[in-house]
């Protein structure tokens, strides 16, 4: 009883200690309004929610925004906490703030061991010096951010943005679509750091090169550094080891560290002083002329910290940007006119010193900045008692010691200064008088961010060079702005990513783990520096650190690893659980080990000498049915799969902390049935199976369902089906393969029925299938489901797919896997319990068919006994295939010729300089039966298949390069059948089998050919060039290979002109619609009938480019028209020559195609003067010459297309930087020549072309958690 009573007094105690601080803090706030708290939200508890007024979470400013001042009455409010018993004022007030930012630094120093320490992890820097060691530290740092750096930045910004667009993913894209808007703005910052930054020469393609004494390189160190700050400010050395992602973490900070190091005592090493623009550089040599030098820990930080805060907010603010332009088309609209027109004034690529002409780019970002700054607030503490002046002409009396704390949120969206706050109006920083006070994202005083200028120049450069090429648009035009501007809150505000996130259970999780890591970074820095508390500090600390890791730990409840099957092992009517020891009723495509046969013992999979998926411990196999093509005549086509097959791992659990469990030996399981034809939506095992209809363009047609869409899919189909998850515990089998499993009450998630309780992985197949190749024979038959797609078991509908499971894995590394390889990113390379298997090893692990099944190209059934049935009734499953399908032994097992009117020859050698067969051919999902049918349809004898991908076509072959060759390569497009291998070509004949011949040496193949005489069929691209007609063009050799092929996006008979005219070629030739050849000789062409070169021009549709394998040539005439060109010749005095044996004509204008001056390939050199161009084009023959640009030098004997303007259009003299106007100079005559006659048309579709960015919704589709990660 008296403990009881001890333990209650004790606690009253307490409960009126605390009553007593709180009374005394608030009393030292004057009560101003505001909340009291049970914890402060400057140091917060792991709390997963907020109670206003009681717990308040870290990011309360953002989610608030001005609405507690407006509820005060009052632009300050006070919030007081029980834990620990401290106040803290809040102001919202530009005159507070200009007081708080321009008073003397020691009135309001930055707390910095309470919110800053954790900065100074990689080196002493500005965020953590205070007094006289922040102005030792920023003197030699301020020069650094000078004009010659910021111009480098800009160089580099642009440079950086040309590179993504040069990608493969966006090259030539009419549409382009993004997984998620940082997946660009943060590597396009990165690279701007390591090369503007760092001066390292980075590219958008990865580079593989290590140097000697690193084990990565300097982009995958700083890129891992740079997304991983965070856990390297929270974690403690000891506890790097105990996770391999922490392990990578820590590898990477020390890499980066080391590179750093190096390139410092490169620099000062260095026998002649390094020259650059970058801000290493610029860091480097302002320290070394200072008396007292920033030191390289000083030098490291200070780096580490612009990587931090340049990395982060440049690429979250252009996030946000890019958001916010794609919510409000009419502003979207405004900024590419502004741009525009910018551009159409400069008529030349923009320079840094024409940023400032951009005012709308820059009035974007601001207007972003005020709604989403990457700070929501800006605290300080009060060193002395003061009175800090309002707006409202009140002073808010601070006691010494109190945190003062500005809402830069709070600021940003109060209404007294910005009006509409909650509206994204780029126009009010256009105004003269925008209250510049009242924005605070950079800071504000001295202490005012250094890297400001850094951000707006890159920014600036990143939104003219996408906004001038792309319209950006989100995927779903219907999505709130609320959803699409959902921010998250670390360490600075970020547009929120749901790739961590997919349900509220783990988005609760892991904002309980970012808590968690706030929490830690302000325990870390008390306990380092002997804080309030010590022991009770030291304490919370341990306790937060463990709750982190073990957070970590068991967070990933929906973690998972992704083993990919890279082809079938074999396609065959074969089904070892079902039909033991007899053929199948239909056709499967089976991934995994090679003892796979058609009657398996239970551990019969072991025995695998090889397999098509990565695990090495894993020799299971995996099947489903087959998908067909089904046509208007009713023939049959099998449907490629593209990549193989997925297998997930996945470790959903039922309840926390349950174990689960690997499969058995001799695991054997079903998920779906061939039987059914109609979907039951209270059926766990249907609505386990989905087909989602991909759509990468994001044309509409994109969804996910239960049946077949029934639409054509542009990127194809992907059918996904979930396994059983849940085990009786005993049996590995039941008589109809299902009985032993059962289904968790989600499907994929959820709880075991009692009557199997043991939990088991889950595993998930995801299968692609190449549909699009038949868009063009769509139809709807009668009663087949609105689509033209079948199974091999006969289903129309897609509600009978099912899949098959024999488990293979060694069963104590499967388990450790389980256990161990909980990484969330799903990549099966993060797991290190499991070794796999390169390419290569999977490539070459293929078995032949065992049956004589017709399954390739077009057939009159589907092969096995079951025909194409509706439903929606049950269909009925004929289970007696008859004799007719018997097995072949594995010892006779070969592989078949593709068709029967075409024969196999073998195997023959082939080598680049003299190709066995001349036409190449590769669409992509190469198979046997594709490059025949390819070959027979364009009218060839000879097919070949090689490098898996290779089509090759031919009249001709010579039998004597056959020989005893392995083709040992599955076809890209059927891992079934093999396509050559490394310069060995597999050879087919159209007819019966008999010896080829070799083919009679034809001088033609050798020789060049020079054509004459003009073709009338195709009209001339551009005076002064005509059409010679349509010849046959090959790889080896080309028709045309002057130059390698240029490829236009919207090429015509006329850009292909130019282009080759500009590189001094005689011939130029259009091919594929797309393409460009140059040369100055026809070699090893035969001319074609004109009706071959049928493909039209992909930027101009009266024109036509070739055809398939079929090039439209031109050539170059030797006579110019006298509309076309002239010779001018009389002196202009109003300009000067550089040289007495050249005299000026004037002023010309140029245009785009064709050039004034044309003659030869212009020279480009940065140190252009006139006096160099008239040498180079003097040393040519060349009677004309001119500047452009600045630094271009151009050349010709006569000036085309050109009329002469008046002297005052030329008025800028050649320099190093680029002019709107340029001079131009010839062999006694001198010319200028105004690049103002440009069309301006022409322009316009060259700056803003018809592609679109799709920011897309930050909700991902249930449909696709899974393949997006």
Same mark, same amino acid.
């Given at each position: 009883m008296l403990g009881v009573l001890f333990v209650c007094s004790a606690l009253l105690a307490t409960v009126l200690y605390s009553a007593f601080r709180v009374f005394q803090e608030k009393r030292a706030t004057?009560?101003?309004?505001?909340?009291?708290?049970?914890?402060?939200?400057?140091?917060?508890?792991?709390?997963?929610?907020?109670?206003?007024?009681?717990?308040?979470?870290?990011?309360?400013?953002?989610?608030?925004?001005?609405?507690?001042?407006?509820?005060?009455?009052?632009?300050?409010?006070?919030?007081?906490?029980?834990?620990?018993?401290?106040?803290?004022?809040?102001?919202a007030d530009a005159k507070a703030l200009y007081h708080i930012t321009t008073s003397r630094a020691t009135k309001f120093p930055k707390p910095i061991v309470e919110f800053y320490k954790p900065a100074a992890a990689f080196g002493p820097n500005l965020i953590v010096a205070e007094g006289a060691e922040w102005k030792r530290m920023r003197r030699p740092i301020n020069p650094a951010f000078g004009d010659r750096t910021m111009r480098f930045v800009w160089e580099t910004a642009m440079g950086v943005a040309s590179g993504?667009?040069?990608?493969?993913?966006?090259?030539?894209?009419?549409?382009?679509?993004?997984?998620?808007?940082?997946?660009?703005?943060?590597?396009?910052?990165?690279?701007?750091?390591?090369?503007?930054?760092?001066?390292?020469?980075?590219?958008?393609?990865?580079?593989?090169?290590?140097?000697?004494?690193?084990t990565l390189t300097f982009e995958s160190a700083l890129h891992t550094v740079s997304t991983t700050l965070l856990e390297k400010f929270v974690l403690p050395n000891w506890a790097y080891p105990l996770r391999a992602d922490w392990r990578n973490i820590d590898l990477a900070g020390k890499e980066l560290l080391a590179y750093v190091k190096e390139m410092i005592h490169e620099r000062r090493s260095a026998t002649e002083k390094v020259h650059g623009n970058d801000l290493f550089t610029g860091l480097l040599a302002a320290t070394e002329i200072e008396e007292d030098p920033l030191r390289d820990d000083e030098l490291i930080g200070n780096l580490f910290i612009l990587l931090f805060a340049g990395h982060e907010t440049?690429?979250?603010?252009?996030?946000?940007?890019?958001?916010?332009?794609?919510?409000?088309?009419?502003?979207?609209?405004?900024?590419?006119?502004?741009?525009?027109?910018? *551009?159409?004034?400069?008529? $030349?690529?923009? %320079?840094?010193?024409? #940023?400032? @002409?951009?005012? &709308?780019? +820059? !009035?974007?970002?601001?207007?972003?900045?005020?709604?989403?700054?990457?700070?929501?607030?800006?605290?300080?503490?009060?060193?002395?008692?003061c009175h800090v002046p309002m707006d409202d002409g009140s002073t808010v009396f601070v006691p010494a010691g109190s945190i003062v704390d500005v809402s830069v949120?709070? *600021?940003?969206?109060?209404? $007294?200064?910005? %009006?509409?706050?909650? #509206?994204? @109006?780029?126009? &009010?920083? +256009? !105004?003269?008088?925008?209250?510049?006070?009242?924005?605070?994202p950079f800071s504000a005083g001295m202490r005012a961010c250094i890297g400001r200028r850094f951000f707006e120049t890159e920014a600036i450069a990143f939104l003219i060079s996408v906004v001038s090429r792309y319209s950006i648009k989100p995927q779903d035009p219907d999505v709130s702005a609320e959803e699409l501007l959902k921010a998250t809150f670390s360490l600075t505000l970020a547009l929120e990513t749901d790739r961590l996130c997919r349900n509220a259970e783990s988005r609760s999780s892991y904002g309980r783990l970012m808590e968690l890591q706030q929490e830690i970074l302000w325990l870390r820095s008390q306990v380092k520096d002997g804080g309030p508390s010590y022991p009770v500090m030291a304490a919370r600390y341990t306790q937060s650190l463990w709750l982190f890791m073990i957070l970590y730990a068991v967070l990933p409840a929906n973690a998972f690893f992704r083993m990919l099957c890279n082809q079938p092992v074999i396609v065959e009517r074969a089904d070892p659980i079902v039909t033991p020891g007899v053929v199948s009723t239909h056709l499967h495509q089976v991934l995994g080990g090679n003892a796979f046969d058609f009657g398996m013992s239970l551990n019969q999979s072991s025995a695998s000498s090889c397999s098509t998926c990565q695990a090495t411990a894993d020799k299971s196999n995996y099947w489903t049915p087959t998908l067909w093509f089904h046509a208007q005549n009713g023939s049959f086509h099998r449907v490629n799969q593209l990549g193989g097959g997925t297998i997930y791992y996945l470790q959903r659990y039922s309840k926390p902390g349950e174990k689960l469990k690997a499969f058995p030996p001799g695991f054997r399981m079903l998920a779906g049935s061939m039987a059914l034809r109609s979907f039951d939506p209270n059926s766990l095992a249907q609505r386990a199976v989905t087909h989602n209809c991909l759509d990468y363009a994001g044309t509409g047609a994109a969804g996910e369902w239960n049946y077949f869409p029934k639409h054509n899919c542009p990127n194809g189909v992907r059918t996904q089906v979930f396994f059983p998850s849940c085990w009786?515990?005993?049996?590995?089998?039941?008589?109809?393969?299902?009985?032993?499993?059962?289904?968790?009450?989600?499907?994929?998630?959820?709880?075991?029925?009692?009557?199997?309780?043991?939990?088991?992985?889950?595993?998930?197949?995801?299968?692609?299938?190449?549909?699009?190749?038949?868009?063009?024979?769509?139809?709807?038959?009668?009663?087949?489901?609105?689509?033209?797609?079948?199974?091999?078991?006969?289903?129309?509908?897609?509600?009978?797919?099912?899949?098959?499971?024999?488990?293979?894995?060694?069963?104590?590394?499967?388990?450790?896997?389980?256990?161990?390889?909980?990484?969330?990113?799903?990549?099966?390379?993060?797991?290190?319990?499991?070794?796999?298997?390169?390419?290569?090893?999977?490539?070459?692990?293929?078995?032949?068919?065992?049956?004589?099944?017709?399954?390739?190209?077009?057939?009159?059934?589907?092969?096995?006994c079951n025909p194409v049935q509706n439903g929606p009734a049950l269909a009925k499953i004929v289970k007696d295939c008859g004799a007719s399908s018997k097995i072949i032994s594995k010892s006779q097992a070969t592989f078949l010729s593709p068709a029967k009117e075409w024969t196999a020859l073998g195997c023959a050698r082939d080598d680049m300089a003299q190709r066995a067969l001349s036409v190449r051919w590769t669409p992509g999902s190469m198979t046997v039966d594709k490059c025949v049918a390819h070959c027979a349809n364009a009218g060839y004898t000879f097919a070949g298949l090689e490098w898996a991908s290779e089509c090759w076509c031919g009249d001709s072959f010579d039998g004597t390069r056959i020989g005893q060759y392995a083709r040992n390569t599955p076809c890209e497009g059927d891992g079934s059948q093999l396509c050559g291998g490394s310069q060995r070509i597999g050879v087919y004949k159209k007819g019966t089998v008999a010896a080829p011949k070799p083919p009679a040496p034809t001088p033609a193949s050798t020789k060049s050919i020079k054509p004459t005489a003009a073709d009338?069929?195709?009209?001339?691209?551009?005076?002064?060039?005509?059409?010679?007609?349509?010849?046959?063009?090959?790889?080896?050799?080309?028709?045309?290979?002057?130059?390698?092929?240029?490829t236009q996006p919207k090429m015509t008979p006329a850009i292909c002109a130019r282009h080759c005219s500009e590189l001094g070629f005689e011939y130029a030739g259009t091919e594929y619609s797309t393409e460009c050849h140059c040369g100055n000789e026809l070699y090893g062409s035969l001319k074609l009938p004109d009706a071959k070169c049928n493909m039209k021009c992909s930027g101009d549709s009266k024109s036509q480019c070739g055809g398939a394998s079929a090039m439209t040539v031109y050539r170059k005439s030797s006579k110019v028209a006298t509309s076309d060109a002239a010779r001018p010749t009389k002196a202009d005095p109003a300009f000067k020559s550089p040289d007495t044996k050249w005299d000026a004509l004037g002023c010309y204008a140029d245009n785009i195609n064709p050039r004034a001056l044309s003659g030869t390939t212009m020279q480009v050199n940065a140190h252009l003067t006139p006096k160099s161009c008239l040498s180079h084009c003097s040393s040519l023959g060349f009677a004309y010459a001119g500047l452009e640009y600045g630094k271009e030098c151009h050349c010709d004997n006569v000036v085309h297309a050109s009329t002469k303007r008046a002297a005052g259009e030329c008025n800028m003299k050649s320099r190093l930087t680029l002019v709107q106007a340029t001079s131009v100079t010839a062999l006694r005559t001198y010319i200028d020549i105004d690049t103002h006659a440009h069309a301006l048309d022409d322009t316009r579709m060259i700056l803003r072309e018809i592609f679109a960015v799709t920011v897309p919704r930050n909700e991902y589709p249930v449909t696709a958690r899974l393949a997006s990660w």
């Open positions: 004057q009560f101003l309004p505001g909340w009291t708290v049970l914890v402060s939200p400057l140091y917060p508890l792991p709390m997963p929610f907020t109670i206003t007024g009681i717990i308040m979470q870290r990011g309360w400013p953002w989610l608030y925004k001005h609405d507690p001042f407006a509820t005060a009455g009052r632009d300050v409010i006070s919030i007081t906490s029980v834990v620990p018993p401290r106040s803290a004022f809040y102001f993504l667009f040069d990608t493969p993913e966006w090259k030539g894209k009419g549409e382009v679509r993004i997984g998620h808007v940082v997946d660009i703005t943060l590597p396009m910052a990165l690279l701007v750091l390591g090369i503007a930054a760092f001066g390292k020469q980075m590219r958008w393609e990865d580079d593989d090169f290590v140097p000697e004494g690193h440049t690429a979250h603010t252009l996030a946000f940007t890019f958001a916010l332009l794609a919510l409000h088309q009419d502003e979207q609209e405004k900024l590419f006119q502004h741009i525009d027109s910018n *551009l159409r004034a400069l008529d $030349r690529a923009p %320079e840094w010193t024409d #940023m400032g @002409k951009f005012s &709308r780019c +820059l !009035a974007v970002l601001h207007e972003t900045l005020r709604m989403f700054p990457a700070a929501p607030e800006l605290p300080k503490s009060a060193a002395e008692e949120i709070g *600021l940003h969206y109060n209404p $007294r200064y910005w %009006e509409n706050p909650h #509206m994204f @109006k780029p126009d &009010r920083f +256009l !105004a003269e008088d925008w209250p510049k006070d009242a924005f605070i009786d515990g005993k049996n590995i089998d039941s008589a109809d393969h299902r009985s032993h499993v059962a289904y968790p009450d989600g499907v994929d998630s959820g709880t075991c029925p009692k009557t199997h309780p043991v939990r088991l992985v889950s595993i998930f197949y995801e299968i692609i299938w190449d549909t699009n190749p038949f868009k063009d024979l769509w139809w709807s038959p009668p009663g087949g489901g609105g689509q033209p797609f079948v199974l091999s078991n006969g289903d129309p509908t897609g509600y009978a797919f099912h899949g098959d499971f024999l488990n293979g894995w060694d069963i104590d590394t499967l388990q450790r896997a389980i256990d161990t390889c909980t990484n969330l990113s799903g990549n099966i390379q993060d797991c290190p319990i499991l070794t796999l298997r390169n390419d290569n090893e999977m490539s070459n692990c293929i078995l032949p068919p065992r049956t004589e099944d017709a399954i390739n190209g077009w057939v009159k059934t589907l092969p096995g009338r069929t195709f009209a001339s691209p551009m005076n002064g060039w005509y059409s010679v007609g349509c010849f046959k063009d090959s790889v080896s050799p080309r028709t045309l290979r002057g130059v390698a092929v240029f």
